[in-house]
Structures are given as structure tokens and as C-alpha cells.
């Protein structure tokens, strides 16, 4: 029985374990014996009662949970604000990985990943004491979005030891959110002064609750950029408040404290435990504030020499190509999926591709096609343009689970228990003209006798599915002809990624696209007796996407059609 060993024990571990099934059992493969390596996920280390980014329909794709309320659509989701909770979550996360797997080394770390003729050795840490090697057939890397971003000033990085030496008043945004963070001074929450810095939803998470604990944030900056927005700070903090309104609040308590600065100096006063930040604003004057706390949220990310890379043997890494949507799954400009081995047998996945796990600007080729590399493809990142807009962050768990699940090609229906099946009985002689056996030779498959499942249980994730998806579950469910079904599939691509849809859509305005879908198209067959035929014309001159892409683009631009949707409950403005 073959070893699998998934490094990581957060979202992306948990996603591409329960879809890659389905991939595999259509190759014939198995993942065999599954252990699980790794220390704690984001949201095991985060409080439990953190309010989470996003509502759960936005969070559990088409793999956690099971039914339409447990997966957070009912027909008054468009007005829920409910967001999950980083408890919830987790322990969601944390039942499947143990559902599908044998073994796991709790607090473990694997600091180099090797290759012996078929055999992966890990070479792991377990609780920072030295462990040992495990030896498997198979590697899922999920190791998240990367190292955080150090902190630096005007000068240059400031290293572990400087930091190290003002004794825990500097902070990353990761650990001061854990409830296991202790402030090392002996002052109130209420005379403790805070700074933070950082654009990001990350810091204004640090802020708040920094505020929850009813602590004094009076300086949150973040640098200047270098476009013409450079010193603008509502384009600067705009990461910090994405759609959905979750951090509304902090947005509004907090604006005048947000500044665009650049960071020249940070100081310990002497024979105090205040630390003297020292700024730059635009006019090029300096801002000297005094602050007891420097929380710092600058993201995180794989590079040449940090994360991934810093992993994997260079003669691994060698033998690495660029998995991407090869389908056209997500969209017709396909992006980066995951990095890994031409067998699949070593794949690094999930969020480390926002920063494509450290092999940006690389040569490394594009997995079937040696003349291409990584480079050619879009990024991860804009795998985001799909997506409802309150779950476009690029490192999020919306994104995570579109691009493995379009990695895995996996589609959200089970066969019905007891349900139908199809019997296909090979013919006696074959029928085909083949290579080696003429048409009317003796089928050698002529006593495989085999079935399939016809009935199947759908439980679709309508906001975060993929194309396929969609038109697979629109196939299997409706008896919509195929340009009616393709236009209702982008039509609910458009529809979701609209701003008046930020939480994406209900059940119910679905049904309403698919249910217009098919009447446009039986209306245009009305007007056109030859429709098909005109249809069959324009995808050979077009290409087989333009005239649906013209039709959804006349369907929803014009005053009558917006009014059309306006009165169906899709708003268009
Ligand atoms: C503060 C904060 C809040 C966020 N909030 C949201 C949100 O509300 N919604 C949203 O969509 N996204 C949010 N994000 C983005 C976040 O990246 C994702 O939510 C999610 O955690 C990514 O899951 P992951 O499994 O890829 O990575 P992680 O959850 O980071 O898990 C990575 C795993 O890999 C392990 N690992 C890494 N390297 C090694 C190694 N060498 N050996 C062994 N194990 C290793 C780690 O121990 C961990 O178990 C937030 C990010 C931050 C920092």
C-alpha cells in the first residue's frame, strides 16, 4: 500500500484531500495510507471567536459540510452578515483531516524534502526537538501563504536579534492575534499606546482587536506606494477593507489615525519601555510618535530563498512543472494551479500559490507542454476575477478551494444510494478502425461487462463553482439546450462577481438566471428558425465562447434588461 504524508494541517490540506478522490479514482490510483505532518493551521493559532473575513457560503466550497443550510445558503443569504467564526472553522477542518487519514505528528516541521528512486524522504523536527525521516511514495505540500514579510525601515531589514532585543514590544499581527499572546509590560490595556503597520485586512484585524482589548492604537500607517497614488491613503489601506463590510467599523473609528508613511527609524527610549517611531510623510518632514506596542502585518510570501524553495532539494525543485487550468475551468485565460512533479506524485498546492510558492519569474515548464513556462500563465491570483467580491482575497479560502478543486477536477455530486445504473455491454466485434485491430475484429473487451451510476445527489457551491462545474450540474439537472446552459453558466459567473452581489447569490436568483437562460434562448429560437445552425456559424468565425460572451453582454447592459432583472430579485445598476 502506497504512503502519502500531507504536509500542512490548514484548508488547503484538508481541500485538496477530499477532492483528489475523484481525480484518482479516474486514473485508476490511490493515495493509500495518509499521515499527517505539520504544526498548527492560521485558525487553530487564531482566537476562536474571531469573526472571520467572510459569511460560510463564501467559505466552504463544494467540499466542507454537507446540505444547503449547513453550507450557508438559504434564500436570505444576500442580507446574512452572520460570518463564521475562526472556531468553527477550524474544527471543521481539523474532523476531516482526521477523517481521511491514519496518523498524524502533531507539531511537527519538515525542513527539507528529498528524493531516493521512488521513495520522498522528509527530513522533520517534531516540537522543535529533532525527529526523524519519513519515507513515502507520495508529498502534498499545503505549506500556506509563506513566511511573513519582515520588518523594515528606510535602512533595510531589521533583523531577528534587533527585534529580539526590544522583548516582545514588537509584534507580527499572527501572534498578537493568537489568545495565547501576553503583553510583556506591566501596564493596563488602557495605558498601553499602539502602533500598527500594515495595509492590509490582517492589520485592521490587529487594530480591532487591539481595540477589543481595549488597548490605544493612535498610529496605524502603512508606506507609500510607487504610482501616482503613492501617498493616497484610502488606495493604501484599500486591502484593509475588502467587500463585504466586515471591517466597516474599524474603517470608520480608525480614519484619522491612518497615515501613509515611511517608516525611517524605529528606537527603544532610554530607561524606558516606550519606542520611538520616527516617520516621513509625503511633505518630507518628520513625525516622531511614542509608543508602547509596534504590531506589524505586512503579509507573507515564498520567495527564492524562504518557504517552499527553502524546502525542496535543488534537484527537486529541477524536476518541477506548472499545473494551471488546463480545462479552461475558471476562465478562458487559464492561471496557475499548482507547482509539483510530471507524475503528481510531489505537488505543492493551495495559498503558497498567490506568491506561485517562490517560483515566480522562474523557467520552470508548464506541466504537457515543454515549449511554455511558468511565465506564460496567468496568475494565481486572477483566479479572484471569478469570484464574489467578499471572497477575492488572493491568499483566502474562497480561492483555495476554487483552484484545487479545478486542479482535481472535481465535481460536487455523489451517485445516489440504490439509485440507477447504466449496463454497457461491449460488442462482440469492434467498431472502430484501430491501429492494431481492423474494424470487425474480435473485441478482446468483449466480456467486460460494466456499469455506472445515472442518478446523482447534487450539493453545488453555485459562488465559488467553476464553469465545468456549473454546466455539469446544469446538464445533469435541467434539460436546458447547450447554448441555453452556457449562457446560464455565465450568466451566474457575471452575476456573482457583480458589486451588487459582494456575498454572491441565493438558490433562488440561480434558479431565476437558469430559468431566463432557457427562455432567451427560446425566445431567440423564435425569432430565428435556424438558430442552431447561426449558433454552430458564429462558434467556427468566433470561437466557441464570443457569442455567449456577446449575448450576456447585451442581456445585461441595456435599460430594458436591467429592468427585466431588477423585477426577477438580480439587481443591475
Ligand atoms: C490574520 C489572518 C486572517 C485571515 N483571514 C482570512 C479570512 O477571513 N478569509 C479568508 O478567506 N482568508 C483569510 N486569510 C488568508 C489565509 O491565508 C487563509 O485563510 C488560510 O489560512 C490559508 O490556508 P492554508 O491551509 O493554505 O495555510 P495555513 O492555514 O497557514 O496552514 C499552513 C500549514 O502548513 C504548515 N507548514 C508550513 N510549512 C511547513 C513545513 N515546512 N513543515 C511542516 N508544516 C508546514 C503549517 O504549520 C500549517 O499547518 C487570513 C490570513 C491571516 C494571516
Redesign the pocket.
Known amino acids: 500500500m502506497p504512503i502519502t504524508i500531507i504536509?500542512?494541517?490548514?484548508?488547503?490540506?484538508a481541500a485538496y484531500l477530499l477532492s483528489v478522490k475523484q481525480y484518482l479514482t479516474s486514473t485508476n490510483q490511490a493515495l493509500g495510507n495518509v499521515g499527517v505532518?505539520?504544526?498548527?493551521?492560521?485558525?487553530q493559532k487564531?482566537s476562536h471567536a474571531h469573526a472571520?473575513?467572510?459569511p460560510t457560503q463564501l467559505?466552504t466550497g463544494n467540499l466542507l459540510g454537507r446540505g444547503r443550510e449547513v453550507r450557508g445558503f438559504t434564500p436570505q443569504q444576500l442580507s446574512d452578515r452572520g460570518f463564521l467564526t475562526a472556531g468553527q472553522f477550524s474544527r471543521t477542518i481539523q474532523h476531516y483531516l482526521t477523517q481521511h487519514s491514519c496518523a498524524q505528528l502533531a507539531d511537527?516541521?519538515?525542513?527539507r524534502i528529498t528524493k531516493e528512486g521512488s521513495k520522498y524522504l522528509l527530513a522533520t523536527h517534531v516540537e522543535g526537538e529533532i525527529g526523524g525521516i519519513i519515507t513515502c511514495d507520495r508529498v502534498i505540500f499545503?505549506?500556506?501563504?509563506g513566511p511573513a514579510r519582515p520588518l523594515a525601515t528606510e535602512a533595510g531589514i531589521l533583523s531577528e536579534e534587533e527585534i529580539a532585543g526590544f522583548g516582545r514590544r514588537i509584534i507580527k499581527?499572527?501572534d498578537f492575534?493568537s489568545p495565547d499572546w501576553t503583553t510583556p509590560l506591566s501596564l493596563s490595556p488602557e495605558e498601553t499606546i499602539v502602533a500598527v503597520y500594515g495595509g492590509s485586512?490582517?492589520a485592521a484585524?490587529a487594530v480591532e482587536l487591539a481595540d477589543m482589548r481595549k488597548m490605544n492604537v493612535t498610529c496605524w500607517f502603512t508606506r507609500p506606494g510607487r504610482d501616482k497614488d503613492a501617498w493616497n491613503a484610502k488606495v493604501r489601506f484599500s486591502e484593509a477593507f475588502p467587500a463585504g463590510d466586515r471591517n466597516n467599523t474599524v474603517e470608520e473609528v480608525y480614519e484619522t489615525r491612518r497615515h501613509v508613511y515611511k517608516l525611517k527609524k524605529v528606537e527603544s527610549v532610554e530607561n524606558s519601555t516606550k519606542i520611538r517611531l520616527i516617520f516621513e510623510q509625503q511633505d518630507g518632514r518628520d513625525v516622531v510618535t511614542y509608543v508602547d506596542l509596534l504590531i506589524y502585518a505586512l503579509g507573507a510570501e515564498h520567495t527564492l530563498t524562504q518557504g517552499v524553495r527553502s524546502?525542496l532539494a535543488p534537484a527537486l525543485c529541477d524536476s518541477l512543472v506548472a499545473y494551471y487550468d488546463k480545462n479552461r475551468a475558471i476562465s478562458s485565460t487559464p492561471s496557475l494551479l499548482a507547482i509539483g512533479t510530471e507524475d503528481r506524485s510531489l505537488m505543492v498546492v493551495?495559498?503558497?500559490m498567490s506568491s506561485a510558492g517562490g517560483f515566480g519569474g522562474s523557467t520552470l515548464q508548464v506541466q504537457g507542454d515543454a515549449s511554455r513556462t511558468i511565465s506564460t500563465l496567468a496568475p494565481y491570483r486572477e483566479i479572484n476575477k471569478t469570484l464574489p467580491d467578499a471572497a477575492k482575497?488572493p491568499?483566502?479560502?474562497?480561492m483555495?478551494m476554487a483552484g484545487i478543486e479545478a486542479l482535481n477536477e472535481y465535481v460536487p455530486a455523489r451517485p445516489v444510494r440504490g439509485g440507477r445504473k447504466a449496463v454497457f455491454i461491449p460488442p462482440r466485434l469492434t467498431t472502430s478502425e484501430g491501429r492494431r485491430l481492423p474494424r470487425g475484429s474480435a473485441n478482446p473487451d468483449a466480456n467486460r461487462i460494466s456499469s455506472h451510476d445515472i442518478d446523482f445527489e447534487w450539493d453545488i457551491n453555485f459562488n465559488t463553482s467553476n464553469r465545468t462545474q456549473l454546466a455539469i450540474y446544469i446538464a445533469q439537472t435541467t434539460d436546458l439546450s447547450p447554448f441555453a446552459a452556457n449562457l446560464a453558466v455565465a450568466l451566474i459567473v457575471y452575476f456573482r462577481t457583480r458589486p451588487e452581489n459582494v456575498r454572491g447569490l441565493s438558490d433562488p436568483q440561480v434558479t431565476t438566471i437558469i430559468t431566463c437562460a432557457d427562455l432567451i434562448y427560446k425566445k431567440l429560437a423564435e425569432l430565428n428558425h435556424d438558430l442552431d445552425a447561426q449558433l454552430l456559424h458564429f462558434d467556427k468565425k468566433w470561437g466557441a465562447e464570443q457569442h455567449v460572451v456577446n449575448c450576456v453582454g447585451y442581456v445585461t447592459t441595456t435599460t430594458e434588461w436591467k429592468v427585466f432583472w431588477r423585477n426577477e430579485g438580480i439587481s443591475l445598476t
Do not use: K, R
Open positions: 504536509i500542512g494541517t490548514g484548508i488547503s490540506s505532518v505539520g504544526g498548527a493551521d492560521l485558525w487564531m472571520m473575513g467572510q467559505l511537527s516541521y519538515v525542513y499545503a505549506p500556506g501563504p499581527g499572527n492575534m485586512a490582517t484585524w524546502v493551495g495559498s503558497a482575497p491568499e483566502g479560502i474562497a483555495v
